[in-house]
């Protein structure tokens, strides 16, 4: 059971451009979500992450909206650069679960220079 | 300073050898785990320790043994390797698994069963 669902698959974008991911989510007891980076043979990192409480959160370059009607939430990476091609995974989790997170099957993003 | 370590990197066995993948952390984190990505790069958390107690149990074959002989280790026993248990496995720590903290992520190790 896939309870976070992530898209697109791949991305390709152009440097200075926008990349968008997009994740939706089933169970509405989620209340934490961030977005790990990933670069070839590293481990996951975490980029920002926000709480429900709150409809958008920006860090820099990086921002995630958050839609809690729609049960959906994205990753908006303004003027992209080379340096951010890496697998983008979304997930979730709910403090009752203590740390168990739920991720997304992850975007394979491209910026091309 | 490394913060999460996984030994070894790359683990090449044949099917049914028994291996074991090293995770160390010193970031002082009560919270260890491990997940398996496999080879669409989806990532499931398989396991859970919170000062050396099981926490978090996935649906796993019980060939798969962790063990966690202080707070700042957590080794992964494989028991009869299988073909389908190549993939890469990531080793993580948080500071305590009642919040919703970060998750740091070891470098993983890379299993390949011929």
């Known amino acids: 059971q896939q309870q976070v669902k992530q898209s697109p698959q791949s991305l390709i974008v152009q440097k200075g451009g926008i990349s968008i991911i997009n994740c939706a989510y089933e169970n509405t007891a989620f209340d934490y979500f961030p977005w790990y980076q990933q670069f070839p043979g590293k481990g996951p990192a975490l980029l920002i992450a926000i709480r429900p409480d709150v409809s958008e959160k920006k860090e820099g370059r990086f921002t995630i909206s958050f839609n809690k009607s729609a049960k959906q939430f994205s990753l908006h990476i303004m003027d992209s650069q080379p340096g951010d091609s890496a697998t983008y995974f979304c997930a979730a989790s709910q403090e009752t679960s203590g740390s168990r997170l739920t991720f997304g099957e992850g975007t394979q993003l491209t910026v091309n220079p | 300073d490394t913060a999460v370590s996984q030994t070894p990197k790359y683990l090449v066995t044949q099917m049914g050898n028994d291996k074991s993948i090293k995770c160390e952390q010193n970031?002082?984190?009560?919270?260890m785990y491990w997940y398996k990505q496999d080879s669409k790069k989806f990532l499931k958390i398989m396991f859970s320790y919170n000062n050396k107690e099981l926490i978090i149990n996935e649906t796993v074959p019980n060939r798969f043994s962790p063990k966690s002989p202080d707070k700042a280790h957590l080794n992964l026993h494989i028991n009869s390797l299988e073909l389908g248990d190549s993939a890469v496995y990531f080793c993580?720590?948080?500071?305590?698994?009642?919040?919703?903290?970060?998750?740091?992520f070891g470098p993983g190790t890379r299993l390949t069963v011929l």
């Open positions: 993580a720590s948080s500071p305590w698994s009642a919040g919703q903290d970060t998750q740091y």
């Open positions: 970031l002082g984190h009560d919270t």
